[in-house]
């Protein structure tokens, strides 16, 4: 439109932003980073740096990871071609310190070098997909490193090594292959192609209706025939549960209901693989989706988004109520995909109980938060959960001291009622019903695996599976449910003579970034000669 004669000319707008990084610039800036963070007197906290880069030689992005040992790019095909000193992805191994025996004898601190890091080249892929909220780099805390001041625990999980990313997985019930504890792996990616398939979604809507392929596949190979008309399906997540410590407590008679159910299914020593982070709601998501982080965008529990200059903080009980805000357009819940193929009536198709990650779910738990109207979500319900002094599944009430674990029975308990109403009769339960449990990553975050508080967490848990259970039995139903069991992540002890930052590394560079979580790096723009520098 031409401009009205007789006007001044208008003011230029001037932008913060004054210059985005050329390429050569994040790569020159990367290794600034690199070289920083690998220094070896941080050796003791920093465990791996990772990022994608262009491989000279295919053109196409290459994972790469180096720490003071060394630097390595992760071919697609599995080579490792290392490009300085040791190679610091030295195994790859899904199945590393099994028997679990392995791993009581070497709890915790390990160097990159003893560690196991499992589909390192595909989970470093998928972190770095998405251009307007993957980091520039990721730093990863050494299984030892306690940093209680930038939000670190005892127990703790993230890493792409292999403890924290191994969840348990079992499988039990109508529908499944008995066959006990079996020394095999999967990934959480599997699992929501694994539920959809239990719930009578056909392999050709996961593999081809959904136009973008699935990252996980259908774990058929346990699933016997006998599948009911119509199929029921319960998914139970127990937070953070750690897989080892899980199956021992079942196998030396702890955790009746997890006990029950080996019993009538499979169980897998190597348990699920989570994608990197070993974070909460970046395995949710995964976990409901079928889809990596780079795919279905929940990079982080708290990560930076470019194109709208926000910090998303999505695992929060303010927030986790808005969870499918953050979805990118290829990811499908699996609540979707099953009520794609149920016809709808008047009854349930799809619940989910205390779950973030509810698109889609004819009832969920965070659709009451959104219906309340509460301005801070979850936070602002709870004074309508039930007291944790009077939970019945609490077997040590001096862990409510900890008022995360408080807060985690209370959720808990009232999960557990959730449950019972939506079974009230068989004929109107759910044909696929998700049960979160968070009790769990409290016990776990307090005191580390194997912990007196994180043992009680699981028994805890336990406790209300065997109450449902025995719902179940009441009804005469139960050998007519298909059940999995997971969690989100694995766990690991800190050590707290290990402490430290490398943020005053990062600082004396004077590069403008932003550090997320931390351990996501963002490169930022240089300012404009006269504002702060940003970091
Ligand atoms: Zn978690």
């Known amino acids: 439109m031409p401009m009205a004669t007789g006007r001044p000319p208008p003011r230029r707008i001037r932008s913060v932003v004054v210059s985005i990084l050329s390429q050569a610039q994040v790569s020159a800036r990367r290794e600034s980073f690199v070289a920083a963070l690998t220094a070896a007197d941080l050796a003791p906290i920093v465990d791996l740096v990772v990022w994608v880069e262009v491989d000279p030689s295919t053109d196409a992005p290459v994972a790469m990871a180096a720490s003071h040992a060394g630097r390595v790019r992760l071919h697609d095909d599995g080579r490792h071609q290392v490009l300085e000193g040791l190679d610091p992805i030295a195994s790859e191994d899904p199945m590393a310190f099994l028997p679990y025996d392995l791993e009581r004898a070497h709890p915790g601190p390990r160097s990159s070098r003893e560690n196991s890091y499992p589909y390192a080249a595909s989970r470093i892929l998928s972190l770095f997909a998405d251009p307007g909220r993957s980091p520039d ?39 499944v292959a008995v066959r006990g504890i079996v020394d095999g792996h999967a990934r959480l990616v599997d699992v929501c192609p694994t539920l959809a398939a239990m719930a009578g979604v056909p392999d050709g809507d996961l593999r081809d209706a959904l136009g973008d392929p699935l990252d996980g596949r259908a774990l058929t190979e346990y699933l016997g025939g006998g599948r009911l008309t119509p199929p029921k399906v319960i ?84 927030t986790w109520h808005r969870s499918a805000e953050w979805l990118r357009p290829p990811a499908r819940t699996v609540f979707e995909m099953v009520n794609s193929v149920v016809p709808q009536g008047n009854s349930v198709r799809t619940a989910c109980i205390d779950e973030a990650v509810d698109r889609g779910a004819d009832y969920s738990t965070m659709a009451r938060v959104r219906d309340s109207g509460s301005s801070s979500g979850t936070a602002g319900l709870n004074e309508q959960l039930p007291e944790a002094q009077s939970s ?11 008022s995360y674990f408080s807060w985690c029975t209370q959720v808990d308990d009232l999960g557990l009622a959730q449950m019972r109403q939506l079974w009230a009769s068989p004929d109107s339960a759910p044909t696929l019903t998700w049960w979160a449990n968070i ?29 449902f259970l025995e719902h179940l039995d009441g009804l005469g139903v139960t050998d007519q449910v298909t059940f999995l069991l997971t969690a989100d992540h694995g766990f690991e002890g800190s050590d707290p003579d290990v402490t430290g930052s490398w943020r005053p590394a990062l600082e004396s560079l004077s590069i403008p970034f932003r550090d997320e979580g931390p351990g996501f790096i963002y490169l930022l723009p240089d300012p404009e000669p006269g504002d702060g520098v940003g970091s």
Not at 239 to 254: Q, R, T, V
Not at 291 to 308: E, I, M
């Open 137 to 175: 780099l990721a730093v990863m805390h050494t299984p030892r490193h306690f940093f209680p001041d930038e939000g670190g625990h005892v127990g703790e999980h993230g890493s792409l090594d292999v403890i924290q990313s191994r969840a348990p997985l079992l499988l039990s019930g109508a529908g």
């Open 235 to 318: 998914g139970i997540l127990w937070d953070g549960a750690h897989c080892g410590d899980l199956l021992a407590l079942a196998e030396s008679g702890e955790l009746p209901g997890i006990a029950r159910l080996i019993t009538n299914g499979v169980a897998l020593r190597g348990g699920a693989v989570a994608q990197f982070p070993s974070v909460t709601l970046t395995n949710h998501t995964s976990i409901l989706t079928g889809l990596g982080p780079g795919r279905h965008g929940v990079l982080g529990n708290v990560f930076y988004d470019r194109a709208t200059g926000e910090r998303v903080v999505p695992n929060n009980a303010s």
């Open 392 to 402: 019945v599944h609490l077997h040590d009430r001096a862990h409510l001291s900890d």
């Open 439 to 467: 009790v769990s990553d409290a016990g776990h975050h307090a005191g580390g695996p194997r912990s007196e508080i994180a043992r009680s967490s699981l028994r805890d848990s336990d406790s209300r599976l065997v109450a």
